[in-house]
C-alpha cells in the first residue's frame, strides 16, 4: 500500500493536522475561532486542539477492542478535563468553544471502517471503479448563506472587524456556530459525547477497495477543477504536496473568491491518500 500525505497552511498557526497509525488514519479540521479570546498556552486554542486529538488517536487508534466512536468519546471526556484546566467550559458561548471536524478510517480484520464527523470528507474508490463519497454537508450549507452575502457585497473589504469578516457576516457565522451539535443545525467533535453518534459510519471490504483519500474542507476548490476519480489520478501522477501547490496557485488566481465562493482566500488543506492497489 502505497500512502501519502500533506498538510499546508498560508496563516502563522495550522488549524489543521493528520495521523497515521499502524492500522488507520484520520485528519482533523479545527473551526476556526471567532473570538480573540486564548486560554492555552500554545497562543492558539484551536492548533492546541487539534494536536492534542492526534496525540490521544495516534496512542488510541489502533485498540479494535473499542469502536471508533468508543475511543473518541473517552476522548472527550479526556479533552475536557484538560482543556478544562485553561478555563471553566460551563462560561464559554457557543462560538466561544472548541470543535473540529473528524475523518477517520481503520482497517479492523477484513474491513475497512470509516468515519466521518462535521465537514471533512473520505472518498474511496472500488476496484469496480465506482465512488462512495462520507461527508456531511450541513456545515457547507450553512456557510453558503454567508457566501452569497459576502457575493452580494462590493464594499466589502472597507467594513471589515474580524479576519476578514463584515460584522454582518461574523453575527452570522456566529448564529450557526450556536447551532452546534444541535438537531438543527449541525454535528461535530467538541465538548459534547453526544455528538459523537451523529457521525457517518460504514464498513467497506478492504478486497474492494482501490484507494482512499481523507481530505479538510480546504481542498474544496479543487472541485470546480477535477472529478473524485481525476483528483484522484493526479495525487498518484503528482503527489500530495504538488497537490496542495495547485490549490494555492487556484485560489491566487480568484483571489477575491468571485468564481470560486468560500469564506476564506486561502483555507488549512490537508489530505491523506492511501493506495491500496500498490
Not at 469496480?128 to 452569497?148: A, C, H, M, P, Y
Request: with cysteine; charged share 30%; hydrophobic share 35%.
Amino acid at each position: 500500500m502505497k500512502i501519502d500525505f500533506y498538510t499546508d497552511t498560508v496563516k502563522k498557526s495550522n488549524e489543521d493536522i493528520y495521523g497515521i497509525t499502524k492500522s488507520g488514519a484520520f485528519v482533523l479540521d479545527g473551526a476556526s475561532a471567532l473570538t480573540d479570546k486564548n486560554y492555552t498556552s500554545s497562543g492558539n486554542d484551536v492548533t492546541w486542539m487539534v494536536n492534542w486529538w492526534k496525540e490521544y488517536l495516534e496512542k488510541n487508534l489502533d485498540n479494535t477492542d473499542y469502536s471508533i466512536q468508543e475511543i473518541l468519546a473517552e476522548g472527550i471526556d479526556h479533552f475536557n478535563k484538560g482543556y478544562g484546566k485553561f478555563v471553566d467550559l460551563s462560561t464559554l458561548k457557543a462560538y466561544e468553544q472548541l470543535s473540529a471536524g473528524i475523518a477517520i478510517v481503520r482497517k479492523n480484520g477484513d474491513f475497512l471502517e470509516s468515519y466521518v464527523l462535521g465537514d471533512v470528507e473520505i472518498t474511496i474508490e472500488g476496484k469496480d471503479r465506482e465512488f462512495i463519497v462520507i461527508t456531511d454537508n450541513s456545515i457547507k450549507n450553512l456557510d453558503n448563506g454567508v457566501i452569497q452575502i459576502m457575493g452580494r457585497n462590493k464594499k466589502r473589504k472597507d467594513q471589515y472587524v474580524f479576519k476578514e469578516f463584515t460584522q454582518e457576516e461574523l453575527d452570522i457565522l456566529r448564529l450557526n456556530r450556536s447551532k452546534m451539535n444541535d438537531p438543527r443545525g449541525y454535528f461535530i467533535l467538541s465538548h459534547k459525547k453526544e455528538a459523537v453518534d451523529r457521525g457517518i459510519y460504514k464498513t467497506i471490504p478492504v478486497e474492494s477497495i482501490e484507494r482512499c483519500l481523507l481530505a479538510t474542507d480546504g481542498l474544496g476548490p479543487l472541485s470546480y477543477r477535477y472529478s473524485k476519480k481525476s483528483l484522484l489520478d493526479r495525487i498518484r501522477e503528482k503527489g500530495a504536496q504538488e497537490l496542495i501547490k495547485e490549490l494555492r496557485n487556484l485560489e491566487k488566481s480568484d483571489i477575491d473568491k468571485r468564481n470560486i465562493g468560500r469564506l476564506k482566500t486561502h483555507d488549512d488543506a490537508t489530505l491523506v491518500y492511501l493506495d491500496l492497489s500498490f
